[in-house]
């Protein structure tokens, strides 16, 4: 009786194709949509297309990485839109002005000094949410999304709704190379696609390797029965909130410099795009359920879906009912993998007898 | 006095994944008449309550009303047939008021559209009368006291005329006077012809209100008869039998020094008083303690302050004579204090989880160098607890939703002992699993104390606290009422303690 417990029965665990399918769906929508441009818009394959696009996906990517941790942590986080306004303009301030006390003097940052800086903005706002959610019992939803109004008014604020021009930096603060942020590239791939490639190999590892990654699974999948494991289920909210914020802020930073400006009204409705990635990556909205490697190539279809239809010249309005489309197909796909999984494991379990 | 049978359950069986709660049983409900169903938490009462009341269908059986068989597919059903239930758990809408609560699903309308509030009011009023409770129709249900709550409830009933009422534990929240109130109404309804269907774990009351009584175990009638004659003895008898079932033979052991003490361990309650009241009690290594008492009696709560779960309960614990000052759930753990909950599913396991992930939620520090989790060391770790503990399993990595009760039960227990701990709390870690995996995890139970921990578990079922236990402790009411060794500790003294007393010595119910 024991000795079967450990070995799988080979009939019950065979390869299920309808589910391997199910399972892949994102990752076939993804070449699907993919093949499709590539005959149907000219130049989508050519190689300057490709870095354009993937700079474009790269902004939506990390949002989604920071909001699929949340989500899976069983919240939510609406304030990244408005971090990355909020931090974009902190950092064309710090490269303008530095910091000024009115002494008469200011402390000026060289770049890496600023990007440190902006990082904890970023990083300090995620704290901020976690504690009204952990310690003052907001629900998620709302604590975001007065967050997402405060950091955009705070933006607003910080120029009087003007942008800040010309972030070229100065030689003399160190501060000249800000824009390589955006613009310069290494070994032949974009900078900002390089940063995306590090902070999506370390969200991968912490959620598959580390105890970490495996808490927050619990706190989404059940607060209550996480707690009384002794997870610290507070500590693992407020790393989700603080990672999402340093996301944004990373994009915030980004952003400032491909323009080689900052404007106050940058990442308005980015936090829907992170979400939407997130989902049609498989996230459970209901927390628990969720990868990084999905959420990525969920950025990717929303990503080459938007900038293939511009290429084809299709209206921005048909683009978005097109998006919309989409999501709710990938959600409905969802629900009937999720059927299917628990029907292939009772069949499984069914099989071992009672 | 005739009193007609109005509803006949015949064959009746109701199974749950895991378990069979009812086995074929035979239930005649009389008219006119109070039937008192008596039977320990998990007997099946509840289940076939519900499955009168359209809650719940039978599995096999038939349901004779009027010799007629009926099919209730709906609660809705059932209560067009004249059945009404008022459930132990209040099914009120706090934010409501008390006549919109009585009138909930079948408003009084004029046109099918518009609320007709002044007529609801109306017939609350007059319910409330009848009731001889002074509430206004206009207040929230929130505002209300438990046990006016529970007046609301079966006011909800008697508002939709039923000819079969079912009070499930009715008196669990009222004060003496409102159970005197209750049982006035109950008498006026039994001369209406109302058959009245009465659970209680209050043996005396049952005595006092019943006119028939039907005993349950284990899903069995075990006994039904007019209630003439009828004692307190003979109650008991039926509801624990006659021999004790063959649970795993004692392997005798010396225990060791004590492991776990808790002092004047308090718990304040939600609506005022004390859930855990000044509980204290020592636990040696290698003992099982059982800890017995009625739903309600705070033993779930008590084994909640011990892990940590109430940061707000207050008293003084030690484990092996060092004081436990952590507060927090995990430094406790670490302590070497492991909690089975009592609700598997909402406080045991991550349900959409893997196996594997559920099993070394506790304990992830074992497989973890630095920051780095060693998967294949986690796996082996697992593969050994599921040999152990015999788990039914065709991968680790599926959902734990999948298994079974008792299965999902050993899985809950694995993750508890992979934490290594020195005390075990163990809440009902035999409900709602199968009697063969009920026998394991009794048997790991007690090769878990020769081990050396130290067990405190909680039950309802009088059988198991007298067969498992080397120490016994009644809890009523939050506090303790009783201790008994094994040898001294005999059936009727053991329900005795348990019963509610509201502050009379124990020994008046029984006499």
Same mark, same amino acid.
């Given at each position: ?59 939506n990517a990390?949002l989604a990485i920071g909001m699929t941790f949340v989500i899976i942590?069983?919240?939510i986080d ?195 795009n992170a979400i939407a990635a997130a989902v049609l990556g498989g996230t459970s909205m209901?927390?628990?359920?969720g990868r990084i490697?999905g959420t990525i190539?969920g950025a ?55 | ?123 609350? #009023? ?57 049982? #006035? ?180 520090? #074992? ?145």
């Open positions: 009786m024991s000795h079967a417990a450990t070995h799988p029965p080979t009939g019950a665990a065979a390869p299920n194709l309808g589910l391997l399918v199910l399972k892949a769906r994102t990752f076939i929508a993804l070449i699907l949509v993919f093949a499709f441009f590539a005959v149907a818009a000219p130049n989508f394959l050519s190689a300057a297309n490709m870095v354009i696009m993937s700079k474009h996906v790269a902004l990390f942590s069983g919240g609406l304030s990244v839109g408005s971090i990355v306004g909020l931090c974009g303009m902190v950092a064309g301030w710090l490269v303008l002005y530095g910091v000024d006390f009115g002494l008469g003097w200011s402390i000026q940052f060289n770049t890496l000094e600023i990007c440190l800086i902006v990082c904890l903005v970023g990083i300090a706002i995620g704290a901020v949410n976690a504690l009204l959610i952990t310690r003052l019992n907001v629900a998620p939803f709302i604590a975001t999304l007065g967050t997402l109004y405060i950091c955009r008014g705070a933006a607003m604020l910080s120029s009087d709704g003007r942008t800040f021009p010309n972030l070229n930096g100065s030689a003399e603060y160190g501060s000249e190379s800000f824009r390589q942020i955006g613009a310069g590239s290494l070994l032949g791939l974009p900078i900002s696609i390089w940063m995306l490639i590090v902070v999506a190999a370390l969200a991968a590892y912490i959620s598959r390797r580390t105890p970490l990654g495996r808490y927050i699974y619990a706190v989404g999948g059940n607060e209550r029965g996480a707690a009384l494991s002794g997870v610290k289920v507070n500590r693992i909210k407020l790393f989700v909130y603080m990672f999402s914020g340093f996301c944004a802020a990373l994009v915030g930073l980004i952003v400032s410099s491909q323009l080689v400006a900052s404007h106050p009204a940058t990442g308005e409705t980015f936090e829907l209901s927390g628990g359920r490697g190539i990717f279809v929303i990503g080459v879906l938007s900038d293939g239809l511009v290429m084809m010249g299709v209206s921005a309005f048909w683009q978005t009912v097109i998006k919309g489309l989409v999501i709710v197909a990938a959600v409905v796909v969802d629900q009937a993998q999720q059927k299917l999984q628990a029907r292939v494991a009772l069949q499984a379990q069914a099989a071992l007898g009672k | 006095m005739d009193h007609p049978v109005g509803l006949q359950i015949r064959g009746g069986t109701k199974v749950y994944p895991g378990t069979r709660a009812l086995k074929s049983v035979d239930f005649d409900l009389r008219m006119g008449a109070v039937n008192v169903l008596v039977g320990e938490n998990g007997a099946g009462k509840s289940t076939m309550m519900k499955v009168i009341a359209g809650v719940e269908q039978l599995t096999e059986g038939r349901i004779l009303m009027q010799d007629r068989e009926v099919h209730f597919r709906g609660t809705d059903d059932a209560r067009r047939h004249g059945i009404g239930i008022v459930f132990q758990e209040l099914n009120l809408f706090p934010n409501m008021t008390v006549a919109e609560n009585i009138f909930i699903g079948r408003e009084i309308t004029r046109g099918g559209v518009d609320i007709d509030m002044e007529t609801q009011r109306a017939a609350t #009023r007059r319910l409330m009368e009848r009731l001889e409770h002074d509430i206004h129709p206009d207040t929230p249900v929130a505002e209300l006291r438990v046990g006016q709550q529970q007046i609301v409830e079966i006011a909800k009933s008697l508002a939709q005329d039923a000819r079969i009422l079912i009070l499930d534990e009715p008196t669990s929240a009222l004060s003496a006077a409102e159970v005197e109130i209750l049982f #006035r109404v109950i008498a006026e309804l039994k001369r209406d012809g109302v058959g009245i269907v009465y659970i209680s774990h209050r043996l005396e009351e049952l005595i006092r209100i019943g006119d028939y009584i039907t005993v349950l175990r284990d899903g069995t009638i075990t006994g039904a008869r007019a209630m003439a004659g009828v004692d307190v003895p003979w109650i008991v008898r039926n509801m624990i039998g006659e021999a004790s079932k063959d649970f795993a033979k004692e392997v005798e052991h010396p225990f060791g020094a004590e492991i776990f003490r808790a002092e004047d361990v308090c718990l304040p309650r939600a609506g005022g008083g004390l859930a855990v009241d000044h509980v204290s009690l020592s636990l040696r290594a290698g003992e099982i303690v059982g800890v017995y008492g009625l739903m309600g009696a705070g033993r779930s709560e008590f084994l909640e302050c011990v892990i940590g779960r109430h940061p707000h309960a207050t008293g003084q614990m030690a484990i092996a004579g060092e004081p436990l000052r952590d507060r927090s759930i995990a430094g406790r753990i670490a302590r070497g204090i492991a909690l089975i909950p009592e609700d598997r599913k909402n406080d045991g396991l991550i349900q959409m989880a893997s196996i594997r992930e559920n099993m070394t939620l506790s304990s992830l520090g #074992r497989f973890t160098r630095l920051f780095h989790m060693v998967l294949g060391a986690e796996r082996r770790g697992v593969a050994e607890f599921v040999k152990r503990l015999t788990v039914k399993i065709a991968s680790m990595e599926n959902p734990v939703s999948s298994l079974s009760g008792g299965n999902q039960q050993k899985v809950v227990i694995g993750k508890a002992l992979m934490t290594t701990p020195k005390v075990l709390l163990m809440d009902e870690p035999s409900r709602g699993i199968d009697i063969g995996a009920k026998a394991e995890v009794f048997r790991t139970m007690r090769q878990l104390a020769a081990q050396g921990l130290g067990i405190l578990f909680v039950t309802s079922d009088l059988e198991e606290v007298m067969a498992l236990s080397d120490r016994i402790i009644v809890m009523s009411e939050g506090r303790i009422t009783g201790e008994f060794d094994r040898g001294t500790a005999t059936e009727t003294a053991v329900i005795a303690a348990a019963a509610p007393g509201q502050g009379r010595p124990a020994q008046e119910l029984v006499a």
